[in-house]
């Protein structure tokens, strides 16, 4: 095989045993760059990741409708002009007693001047984005492969320069093989003998004929299991909520709420009132009192 790559198509069925069990050797020399599968997703979710949709079979001007803003090469009566999609009227057209919708595009080009051209007469469109021109291509991709419902791609691409030799093996699920015997009896006036014979049934549900295959059959019962890899898997985080009901309380200096405390007892003593007063004013004259803090062992 060249050296851009060999593609696999499988069924969706068969994903996780080909993930369990794949293995391939570059017989060249090179290595395994990258093997790449198509998601789980189904053709509609990939589809609507696009922010245009053409399932609808739409035409020309609904296309260009959805594609409004992009720059635009067009091509009629021989000439090209290159601009942006400004946007698509409708117009309808009576001929007798028949309306026929008639669909105008209009352009500003690159001197700023609106164009305006029948849709019915352009004969080629070109998108100058090359993103856009991708994801064209992959959204035809994508409806292509809806044709096949339940085949998956696997693309194995290898290193290396010139022609490479890979080894690609994986176990699939396949139907159990059934034995068939037979007695076949001859005219022992010949002297030919009866002789046993066996026949093996191998049912093909691979959807491919099988051409140079190598086929050995074994019997016994097969151990094997099943193992979900192929679908992504998140590990689940526990969600934290902020409150924003909760009250803020204003900060208070520590040593203001202290100055401004006294036990209820204390008040209620004469003596205790006559030594708070003495406190107090010795607070005043205080250096310490301009940074509102008071010293009670220096006080007494």
Do not use: C
């Amino acid at each position: 095989m060249a050296g851009d790559g060999v593609r696999l198509r499988v069924k969706k069925s068969q994903m996780n045993d080909l993930l369990k069990s794949l293995t391939v050797l570059n017989l060249s020399g090179g290595q395994v760059s990258s093997i790449v599968y198509d998601n789980d997703k189904t053709a509609t979710q990939k589809l609507d990741e696009f922010n245009f949709q053409l399932r609808n079979n739409e035409g020309l001007p609904q296309i260009l409708k959805q594609l409004q803003g992009s720059e635009i090469r067009v091509l009629t009566g021989g000439s090209s002009v290159q601009g942006t999609i400004m946007g698509v009227e409708k117009r309808n057209v009576q001929e007798e007693k028949t309306i026929i919708p008639w669909f105008f595009l209009t352009i500003m080009d690159q001197t700023g001047q609106l164009r305006t051209f029948d849709t019915a007469e352009i004969t080629g469109i070109t998108f100058v984005d090359e993103k856009l021109n991708e994801d064209l291509d992959r959204y035809l991709a994508i409806l292509f492969q809806e044709h096949q419902r339940n085949g998956k791609t696997v693309i194995i691409t290898p290193t290396g320069e010139g022609p490479q030799d890979l080894l690609i093996s994986y176990v699939t699920e396949v139907p159990v093989w059934k034995a068939t015997y037979r007695i076949v009896i001859p005219d022992m006036a010949n002297g030919k003998k009866p002789f046993l014979q066996g026949w093996a049934i191998v049912d093909n549900v691979s959807g491919e004929d099988w051409q140079n295959v190598q086929l050995s059959l074994v019997s016994g019962m097969p151990v094997s299991f099943i193992q979900e890899l192929y679908a992504p898997r998140f590990k689940q985080r526990p969600e934290i909520t902020v409150s924003d009901e909760d009250a803020v309380t204003p900060a208070v200096p520590e040593a203001v709420m202290g100055r401004n405390r006294m036990p209820m007892a204390a008040l209620a003593s004469p003596g205790a009132k006559a030594g708070l007063l003495k406190k107090e004013a010795w607070a005043e004259n205080s250096p310490l009192s301009r940074y509102g803090q008071t010293s009670a062992a220096e006080a007494d």
